[in-house]
């Protein structure tokens, strides 16, 4: 494999930053995952939009657009995958070994790798930890993602793939890695961003291309929902089939399929949507 690591290709052995990296050592970055179909990138330019973002957010320097999309193309030539995991990783670079930020140049890493298919359905946990919607980093895609994978390790302990969590005031917030949508009374509505989630560019696409509203949904609409889906890069839309004990027989049920195929459809149509 050979990654983008500070302005060129690396082979993977030889693609290398600093161990003092502000990323490394206190998680003082941001990233996206990008979808890759055939060599192409889906949804580029919204991801590069959010990345941007999220370094405002944390205060980093705003990544050079042009030179994340050039290493985005330059590591999707070298490395052909059918269906990829493009990793743009963006870090405040070398820097003292506390939290305070350095003044060397931001690290910018660019990678792929070839993913499996996801399953149509999945199943999900409850966990007992919430997101802050209040946080300084609340909303923002940082590398600071051990709360996920703590969560996330928690739903495969229970045979689940993912986890979802509410917020500080108990309301449905997000997944770890994926937003989720409910349907109530025959409505499609997903927390709003206010909940603390992030604003998850798969979540977007069905705004905009279904009746799906947000709404403010307590932890416990999971209890009540006639369907269940998450959005995410890899899951697309993907139905959920059983939450912790809960079973959600035929799923997907109608409003989350027609979603799935909506989101198909449109996706196979336009790559920069
Ligand atoms: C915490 C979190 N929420 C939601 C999402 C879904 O966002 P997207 O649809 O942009 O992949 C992700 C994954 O990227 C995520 O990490």
């Known amino acids: 494999m050979r990654i983008w690591v500070n302005g060129a290709l690396a082979d993977a052995g030889e693609a290398t930053v600093s161990v003092l990296d502000h990323g490394m050592t206190v998680g003082d970055g941001v990233f996206?995952?990008?979808?890759?179909?055939?060599?192409r990138a889906f949804a580029l330019g919204r991801h590069l939009d959010r990345l941007e973002r999220s370094a405002r957010g944390l205060?980093?320097?705003?990544?050079?657009?042009?030179?994340?999309?050039?290493?985005?193309?330059a590591v999707l030539e070298a490395n052909p995958v059918e269906l990829g995991r493009l990793r743009i990783t963006y870090t405040g670079g070398v820097a003292p070994l506390?939290?305070?930020?350095?003044?060397?140049?931001?690290?910018?890493?660019?990678?792929?790798?070839?993913?499996?298919?996801r399953p149509d359905t999945a199943a999900v946990v409850t966990v007992p930890w919430t997101r802050n919607e209040h946080g300084a980093?609340?909303?923002?895609?940082?590398t600071s993602y051990a709360e996920n994978v703590v969560a996330l390790a928690r739903a495969h302990e229970r045979g689940a793939s993912e986890a979802l969590l509410?917020?500080?005031a108990g309301m449905l917030c997000e997944g770890t890695g994926s937003n989720v949508f409910v349907v109530l009374?025959?409505?499609?509505?997903?927390p709003p961003l206010a909940s603390g989630c992030l604003a998850g560019i798969t979540r977007a696409l069905v705004l905009e291309w279904t009746d799906a509203e947000e709404a403010d949904l307590p932890y416990s609409a999971?209890?009540?929902?006639e369907e269940v889906f998450l959005t995410g890069t890899l899951r697309d839309v993907q139905a959920v089939a059983r939450i912790d004990q809960r079973e959600l027989p035929g799923a997907p049920g109608p409003v989350t399929a027609k979603a799935m195929s909506v989101f198909a459809e449109r996706m196979a149509a336009d790559v920069e949507p």
């Open 32 to 39: 996206e995952t990008v979808k890759a179909l055939g060599g």
């Open 59 to 73: 205060g980093l320097p705003a990544p050079d657009r042009d030179e994340v999309a050039r290493a985005c193309a």
């Open 98 to 117: 506390g939290s305070d930020r350095g003044d060397a140049a931001a690290t910018l890493i660019v990678a792929v790798g070839e993913t499996p298919r």
């Open 137 to 142: 980093t609340a909303g923002l895609k940082t």
């Open 166 to 168: 509410a917020n500080t």
């Open 185 to 190: 009374g025959g409505r499609l509505l997903t």
């Open 222 to 225: 999971l209890d009540e929902a």
